[in-house]
């Protein structure tokens, strides 16, 4: 059983949708980080595990899950329909194939204007900076990502708001991992949900300023 760690705040409208298609061996884990919309109510009511985080940002609601999560590769993927859980297995596999430390989710973008070109730019400076302070060969932060759960937890990652997916690929190049990055469909988020990052320019501000703190250790 493979545990599938979805952060959530105010997803209601897209988990029926999402946990439906969870690929048969990937247990979804789904950690509510204050949402006010019953996300965590849904959640249960489709079969889900679901934990509750405090602490508010993507960072802490990861963490949890991951301490959740059993022994194993562990999956982490955005909750708001974004991406296709049946892409799961492809993001897993070099992972639990010996292949690879950590393999990362590259989007490709499958309907106009799904990426915005604010969000997109800011992701590949930050992608060209962690190639060039690494030497990993990776092009996107991100959000779909599979490694085992006691090689996240052994590199002590403390970053628990929008720069922990940066500092993740940081602390991976230092260790010397091996990182595989897999082309994945980047969707229309379900109706009724909205980006906290690319869903307006402030929220990609905060997530740059986020990760620029992290680069800046």
């Not at 949402?35 to 940002?57: F, K, L, Y």
């Not at 997916?165 to 009724?192: H, K, Q, S």
Request: charged share 25%.
């Amino acid at each position: 059983m493979t545990d599938v760690v979805l952060p959530c705040r105010n997803e209601a409208p897209a988990l029926p949708g999402l946990l439906a298609r969870m690929p048969a061996g990937y247990r979804p884990i789904v950690v509510d980080n204050g949402s006010a919309d019953g996300s965590a109510a849904v959640a249960r009511a489709c079969g889900a595990e679901v934990i509750t985080v405090a602490e508010p940002g993507y960072g802490a609601a990861v963490h949890a899950g991951i301490l959740a999560a059993g022994d194993g590769v562990v999956c982490v993927m955005d909750a708001d329909g974004s991406f296709d859980p049946a892409q799961l297995p492809a993001v897993a596999g070099p992972v639990r194939d010996g292949e690879a430390e950590l393999a990362t989710g590259r989007r490709r973008p499958a309907a106009r204007g799904v990426w915005p070109l604010h969000a997109r730019a800011g992701n590949a400076i930050l992608a060209r900076r962690v190639r060039r302070v690494t030497g990993l060969d990776v092009h996107d932060i991100g959000p779909m990502r599979a490694a085992r759960r006691g090689d996240l937890l052994a590199l002590g990652l403390r970053d628990r708001r929008f720069g922990y997916p940066l500092e993740l690929l940081i602390a991976a190049g230092r260790a010397g991992w091996r990182v595989a990055e897999i082309d994945v469909d980047y969707l229309p988020r379900a109706a009724g949900t909205r980006s906290k990052v690319t869903g307006t320019f402030l929220g990609t501000a905060r997530a740059v300023r986020d990760m620029s703190r992290v680069l800046a250790r």
